[in-house]
């Protein structure tokens, strides 16, 4: 199963897909950062959507975990993303938005593309 997981992982539609994911989830979130006043009415799909990514994020983690072992563990990047994963859920259920949520997010979108451009090719 291992093995599975691992070619999942070093299969190119998948690092595709990724990119993809993570684009969008980018510009998402930097649109509602910049928006955020406009957007008001449409906080709660906004949340969702910023749930559903994060669910993709903890799930792509989780595989990599399952896929190459305590070895993604290991990689400063790859906690910093899990931290960034876990940090994220917990201010999304216990709905701290004013002030921690949206640096969070930002911070998110700056560690994935450090992670996505060089910090970590995995």
């Known amino acids: ?11 190119r539609w998948f690092n595709f897909i990724s990119s993809i994911i993570w684009t969008l989830y980018a510009l998402i979130i930097v649109l509602w950062l910049v928006f955020s006043e406009t957007l008001t009415k449409i906080t709660f799909a906004l949340d969702i959507v910023d749930f559903s990514f994060l669910v993709f994020f903890f799930a792509e983690s ?23 994963i876990a940090f994220t859920f917990f201010f999304n259920i216990f709905n701290v938005y004013e002030f921690i949520l949206p640096p969070f997010r930002l911070l998110r979108v700056g560690a994935l593309t450090i992670i996505r451009l060089g910090g970590n090719p995995i």
């Open 62 to 84: 989780i595989f990599k975990i399952f896929a190459i072992g305590t070895g993604y563990i290991c990689d400063f990047w790859n906690i910093v993303d899990l931290l960034l």
């Open 1 to 11: 199963m291992r093995g599975i997981c691992f070619k999942v992982i070093e299969n």
